[in-house]
């Protein structure tokens, strides 16, 4: 019976974090409640401190796993300099910018994570990093140390340009900034 239940809650635990960070995807970090997110679980609200101390640390955690998540779906991409170029018109896609519950939480929450606690910047922080070292592989697979002011040059432009198309009303100027910051990106990588 305990065996179940430390199961259980880790199940639980594992959905919230998930429901969470589509919720702040879509609606921001300040625009959740936490009766909403635990009604996006499907659990009530006094279920959510048998699980997290604080709205600050499920943030962190939800940080911590979306970043996690976006590394590991680079494993799906095809090797080296190829799969960045993917990467490129995959994230500077209508879809991806469309759909900003299931994308990048970068471009998602990024001016939210600089005003929240140290726990939660520290995620980032690690998050970030390790993004940051896939793309710098990618560029320079035989001295990635050597792309790092490059990586950081590429990850800024994709999440800017991302942002900058998600705000404007006009689509086909959204579009059209879709489609120059691929042409950009792709330039930049050299």
Request: glycine share 10%; net charge negative.
């Amino acid at each position: 019976m305990v065996r179940y239940a430390k199961e259980h809650k880790q199940v639980t635990r594992r959905r919230i974090i998930e429901k969470a960070g589509h919720r702040f995807k879509q609606d921001g970090i300040d625009g959740s409640g936490i009766s909403t997110l635990m009604s996006d679980a499907g659990l009530t609200n006094g279920a959510f401190y048998a699980h997290f101390t604080s709205k600050d640390d499920l943030v962190a955690h939800v940080v911590a796993d979306q970043l996690r998540t976006q590394v590991a779906s680079y494993d799906t991409l095809r090797p080296g300099r190829p799969g960045l170029e993917d990467l490129v018109r995959e994230y500077l896609s209508p879809g991806h910018r469309d759909h900003p519950g299931t994308g990048c939480p970068s471009a998602a929450l990024l001016d939210e994570v600089g005003r929240c606690g140290d726990e939660t910047k520290q995620a980032y922080t690690d998050g970030a990093r390790n993004i940051l070292d896939e793309i710098a592989a990618r560029l320079t697979p035989e001295d990635p140390r050597s792309a790092q002011a490059k990586a950081i040059g590429l990850f800024t432009m994709l999440v800017g340009t991302l942002q900058l198309s998600r705000a404007l009303s006009d689509q086909k100027r959204a579009d059209e900034v879709l489609e120059l910051g691929i042409e950009n990106a792709l330039a930049f990588m050299g």
